[in-house]
């Protein structure tokens, strides 16, 4: 557990990945679980090594096929992979077993709108959040920007930018990236990425998950922001 700890801790603040990766293998030595290999997954997957985070999750479903935490971080997987019909299919059979888990629900309902299968997202944004009570984060400027409406995505940032700025905060955090790519301007969002790894933004490794910003980040300019954090290539 102290292993684990650390490793997470490496992981998501200190930015040693090296460190962590070493921590992680130390943990599935010690304990080879369906823990251990899930958590490994996850931090493959941020590592961009998404071939070898599929392999630890399903490790981790065939020690422990019943929990829907291993089947919805599986999903995040094939998400890092590029793998978005077997992810959506995934997130099918997680909401299936766990209907009031939300997490799979705002991975489904993302992966919907990139796929232009807007009634079905927007279902699952409104079941959402009916489970958390807060909506989606950016859904309304997403589905603008997905949408053809990029004017209107525009001004709904631009009042979030400034609404930052009064109360004393970077303008932008990472994850108003995906808007931005979302409208096609890979330059604002390189920017954003960019700022958020000068920050240490622990928000920033979630944000590359998504397949979209997946592939961003494995462009050269994408490398530079990579570079900046320590992931090694």
Not at 22 to 38: G, N
Not at 62 to 89: E, H, M, Y
């Amino acid at each position: 557990d102290a292993f684990l700890g650390r490793a997470v801790f490496r992981t998501m603040l200190a930015w040693d990945f090296p460190g962590a990766e070493s921590d992680f293998r130390r943990v599935i030595d010690l304990r080879p679980d369906a823990q251990a290999h899930d958590f490994y997954g996850w931090f493959l997957g941020l590592m961009f090594r998404s071939d070898e985070a599929i392999v630890e999750s399903h490790k981790a479903l065939a020690l422990d096929p019943r929990d829907p935490a291993f089947r919805d971080d599986l999903v995040i997987s094939l998400l890092g992979a590029g793998l978005t019909d077997q992810a959506l299919a995934q997130a099918d059979t997680v909401i299936a077993m766990d209907p009031t888990g939300s997490e799979p629900i705002r991975w489904r309902a993302l992966m919907r709108l990139e796929a232009g299968r807007l009634p079905e997202a927007e279902a699952d944004a409104r079941r959402y959040e009916s489970l958390t009570g807060a909506p989606i984060p950016f859904w309304r400027p997403l589905v603008l920007a997905h949408t053809g409406h990029g004017g209107e995505a525009r001004k709904l940032m631009s009042a979030m930018e400034q609404k930052r700025l009064a109360e004393g905060l970077p303008r932008r955090e990472s994850s108003f990236a995906h808007v931005y790519l979302a409208l096609g301007d890979t330059t604002t969002t390189l920017e954003i990425l960019s700022d958020a790894a000068d920050r240490h933004e622990t928000e920033l490794l979630r944000t590359l998950y998504f397949p979209a910003m997946h592939r961003l980040a494995r462009t050269p300019r994408g490398q530079a922001v990579r570079d900046k954090m320590g992931i090694p290539k």
